[in-house]
C-alpha cells in the first residue's frame, strides 16, 4: 500500500526554469550555506531541550520537588519535561498566522527569542522552598513556552536542503540536519559535568545549575542571526518559494496527506524511542538505583554521542547506496535486537561495564537511525505539502516516540526492573517497521 499520490504530482523544472531560476541568482546558492545554518539551528534546539532533560534528573526533584521522595520528584520533573512535546504541535499550528501575516523571518525571530528566553527564564525562577507551589507552575510554563517557540522555530531549511542536494547525495545531506542532536547534547552534557564535579553540593543546587540555562540564551541568539542569514537573503526567500516550502491549507494537508503525516509520525518511533533511553534514562537511574559517579556516566554519554555522530555520517553514505528507507528499517531492525539483548544483559547486570556498554552501543544505534529518521519521511511529501507535512510529522513522531520515553522507562524499571524496558524500546521498532512496510513509496520524491 502506498499513501503517496501519482507521479504527476512531482515538479520536474524544465530547462527554461533552470535557466530563469539561475537568472535570478539561485544558482549561487550552495547546498553547504544551507548545511551550516541547519545544523546551527538544530544544535541550540536540541541544546536547550538536553539542558532541561538533564536538570530534570540532577535539578529539578530537589529544588522543585522536595515534599517527596526522589523517585517521585523524578517522575514530576520527567511529566513536566513531555510538556514541549505536547505544545510542539500547537506551537506550530499558532506561528503558521504569525508566518502568514508577518513573514517567515518575523515568524523564525519570535519563535527563537521566545525558546532562549523561557529557556533563560528558568534560570531565575525561584525554588520551591521560596514560594511553594508557585514555583512548579512558573516551571511549567517555562517548559510549555518552550515547546510552542519550537513548534514555532521550523523554517524549512532541512527540506530544502535535501531538494537541493546533489544528485545520490541525499541520504547524506538528508542526514546533516540530524547532527544537531548529538552535538547539543554533548554541550549540554558537558557543561553539567564540569559544573557538577567542580562545585560542591550546596553550591551546584544554588545557583551552578542555572548557568548553563544562562547560555541558551546566547547560543539562541547566535542560531537566530545565522539562520536569518540565510531565509532573509532574495535568493533564498526565491528558493524557498520556487520549492513551494511554503505553509499549505491544512483540511486540504489532512484530506491529501492525512495518511502520510500519520506513518510519517510512526516511522521515526525507534529512533525516538531510543532518544532518551540512551540520554536522559540512564542519569535517572544512576542518580536513584546506585552510587555510581554521575560524572562518568556524563562522560561515557558525551563519548557515546561522539559515536553517534561517526554513526551518522555512515549511514548517509549507507543510504545514497541502498536508499533511505532501507537504511531506516535496517537501523529499526538493529534497534529491536538491542531492545532484547542489551537492556537486559548488560543494563540490568548492575555493573558499571554493563552500562556503559548498553549506553555506548545505544548512542552507536541511535546515531544510524536518527540519521535518516527525517529524510526518508519527509521525501514521500509531494513539494506543495512538504513544508507543513514535515513539521506535523516531526511534531507527532517526537509527541509519540520521546515525549514520555523517561517517565515510561522510569516508571516501568522501577515496578518490573529495567530489563523490562526494552520492551518498550521493542514496540518503537516494531512500529518503525509496520510503518516502513504500509508505505514503500519513501524514495519515489527524491528527485523533486
Same mark, same amino acid.
Not at 525562577?125 to 514560594?131: D, K, N, R, S
Not at 543546587?205 to 545565522?226: D, E, M, Q
Not at 489532512?254 to 540512564?282: C, D, E, K, M, W
Given at each position: 500500500?502506498?499513501?503517496?499520490?501519482?507521479?504527476?504530482?512531482?515538479?520536474?523544472?524544465?530547462?527554461?526554469?533552470?535557466?530563469?531560476?539561475?537568472?535570478?541568482?539561485?544558482?549561487?546558492?550552495?547546498?553547504?550555506?544551507?548545511?551550516?545554518?541547519?545544523?546551527?539551528?538544530?544544535?541550540?534546539?536540541?541544546?536547550?531541550?538536553?539542558?532541561?532533560?538533564?536538570?530534570?534528573?540532577?535539578?529539578?526533584?530537589?529544588?522543585?520537588?522536595?515534599?517527596?521522595?526522589?523517585?517521585?520528584?523524578?517522575?514530576?520533573?520527567?511529566?513536566?519535561?513531555?510538556?514541549?512535546?505536547?505544545?510542539?504541535?500547537?506551537?506550530?499550528?499558532?506561528?503558521?498566522?504569525?508566518?502568514?501575516?508577518?513573514?517567515?523571518?518575523?515568524?523564525?525571530?519570535?519563535?527563537?527569542?521566545?525558546?532562549?528566553?523561557?529557556?533563560?527564564?528558568?534560570?531565575?525562577?525561584?525554588?520551591?522552598?521560596?514560594?511553594? %507551589?508557585?514555583?512548579?507552575?512558573?516551571?511549567?510554563?517555562?517548559?510549555?513556552?518552550?515547546?510552542?517557540?519550537?513548534?514555532?522555530?521550523?523554517?524549512?531549511?532541512?527540506?530544502?536542503?535535501?531538494?537541493?542536494?546533489?544528485?545520490?547525495?541525499?541520504?547524506?545531506?538528508?542526514?546533516?540536519?540530524?547532527?544537531?542532536?548529538?552535538?547539543?547534547?554533548?554541550?549540554?552534557?558537558?557543561?553539567?559535568?564540569?559544573?557538577?564535579?567542580?562545585?560542591?553540593?550546596?553550591?551546584?543546587?544554588?545557583?551552578?545549575?542555572?548557568?548553563?540555562?544562562?547560555?541558551?540564551?546566547?547560543?539562541?541568539?547566535?542560531?537566530?542571526?545565522?539562520?536569518?542569514?540565510?531565509?532573509?537573503?532574495?535568493?533564498?526567500?526565491?528558493?524557498?518559494?520556487?520549492? %513551494?516550502?511554503?505553509?499549505?491549507?491544512?483540511?486540504?494537508?489532512?484530506?491529501?496527506?492525512?495518511?502520510?503525516?500519520?506513518?510519517?509520525?510512526?516511522?521515526?518511533?525507534?529512533?525516538?524511542?531510543?532518544?532518551?533511553?540512551?540520554?536522559?534514562?540512564?542519569?535517572?537511574?544512576?542518580?536513584?538505583?546506585?552510587? %555510581?559517579?554521575?560524572?562518568?556516566?556524563?562522560?561515557?554519554?558525551?563519548?557515546?554521542?561522539?559515536?553517534?555522530?561517526?554513526?551518522?555520517?555512515?549511514?548517509?553514505?549507507?543510504?545514497?547506496?541502498?536508499?533511505?528507507?532501507?537504511?531506516?528499517?535496517?537501523?529499526?531492525?538493529?534497534?529491536?535486537?538491542?531492545?532484547?539483548?542489551?537492556?537486559?544483559?548488560?543494563?540490568?547486570?548492575?555493573?558499571?561495564?554493563?552500562?556503559?556498554?548498553?549506553?555506548?552501543?545505544?548512542?552507536?544505534?541511535?546515531?544510524?537511525?536518527?540519521?535518516?529518521?527525517?529524510?526518508?519521511?519527509?521525501?514521500?511529501?509531494?513539494?506543495?505539502?512538504?513544508?507543513?507535512?514535515?513539521?506535523?510529522?516531526?511534531?507527532?513522531?517526537?509527541?509519540?516516540?520521546?515525549?514520555?520515553?523517561?517517565?515510561?522507562?522510569?516508571?516501568?524499571?522501577?515496578h518490573f526492573g529495567v530489563g523490562y524496558v526494552g520492551l518498550y524500546l521493542l514496540s518503537g521498532a516494531i512500529g518503525t517497521l509496520l510503518a516502513l512496510r504500509v508505505n514503500r513509496s519513501l524514495e519515489m520524491r527524491d528527485d523533486e
Open positions: 500500500m502506498s499513501t503517496v499520490s501519482s507521479n504527476s504530482d512531482v515538479h520536474h523544472p524544465s530547462p527554461e526554469n533552470r535557466a530563469s531560476a539561475q537568472s535570478h541568482g539561485i544558482a549561487r546558492v550552495a547546498p553547504g550555506e544551507i548545511a551550516i545554518g541547519v545544523v546551527i539551528g538544530r544544535l541550540s534546539e536540541f541544546f536547550d531541550f538536553f539542558v532541561f532533560g538533564i536538570a530534570s534528573v540532577l535539578v529539578f526533584p530537589s529544588v522543585f520537588f522536595p515534599f517527596v521522595d526522589a523517585k517521585t520528584g523524578t517522575m514530576y520533573s520527567f511529566t513536566l519535561f513531555a510538556l514541549a512535546f505536547v505544545a510542539r504541535p500547537i506551537g506550530s499550528l499558532l506561528f503558521r498566522l504569525i508566518h502568514t501575516w508577518y513573514g517567515r523571518g518575523t515568524k523564525l525571530t519570535v519563535a527563537l527569542f521566545m525558546l532562549g528566553t523561557a529557556t533563560a527564564g528558568i534560570a531565575f525562577l525561584p525554588t520551591y522552598a521560596e514560594v511553594g %507551589e508557585i514555583s512548579i507552575i512558573l516551571l511549567a510554563l517555562f517548559r510549555f513556552a518552550q515547546g510552542i517557540a519550537l513548534g514555532g522555530s521550523w523554517d524549512g531549511l532541512p527540506s530544502l536542503l535535501a531538494l537541493n542536494a546533489p544528485e545520490k547525495k541525499r541520504g547524506w545531506y538528508a542526514m546533516i540536519p540530524q547532527l544537531g542532536a548529538p552535538l547539543g547534547f554533548m554541550l549540554a552534557a558537558a557543561l553539567f559535568a564540569y559544573l557538577y564535579s567542580s562545585l560542591s553540593t550546596a553550591d551546584f543546587s544554588s545557583w551552578g545549575w542555572r548557568y548553563p540555562f544562562y547560555v541558551a540564551f546566547a547560543i539562541n541568539v547566535v542560531a537566530l542571526f545565522a539562520r536569518l542569514r540565510l531565509v532573509m537573503t532574495p535568493e533564498f526567500s526565491e528558493l524557498l518559494k520556487r520549492r %513551494e516550502l511554503v505553509p499549505s491549507p491544512l483540511g486540504e494537508l489532512f484530506r491529501l496527506q492525512g495518511a502520510n503525516i500519520v506513518l510519517g509520525a510512526l516511522a521515526p518511533l525507534a529512533s525516538y524511542a531510543l532518544f532518551h533511553l540512551v540520554t536522559v534514562f540512564p542519569l535517572s537511574w544512576v542518580t536513584l538505583f546506585s552510587k %555510581e559517579s554521575v560524572t562518568e556516566y556524563l562522560l561515557v554519554q558525551i563519548a557515546g554521542a561522539a559515536i553517534a555522530v561517526v554513526t551518522m555520517l555512515a549511514s548517509g553514505k549507507i543510504a545514497d547506496h541502498l536508499g533511505r528507507r532501507t537504511t531506516l528499517g535496517i537501523g529499526a531492525v538493529l534497534i529491536a535486537i538491542f531492545s532484547l539483548v542489551g537492556m537486559l544483559p548488560l543494563f540490568a547486570k548492575g555493573t558499571t561495564t554493563g552500562a556503559y556498554t548498553f549506553i555506548l552501543v545505544g548512542f552507536a544505534l541511535l546515531g544510524f537511525s536518527h540519521a535518516q529518521a527525517a529524510g526518508a519521511v519527509n521525501s514521500s511529501f509531494a513539494s506543495r505539502y512538504r513544508y507543513s507535512g514535515a513539521v506535523l510529522t516531526s511534531d507527532l513522531g517526537w509527541l509519540a516516540g520521546a515525549a514520555f520515553a523517561p517517565l515510561v522507562a522510569l516508571s516501568i524499571a522501577s
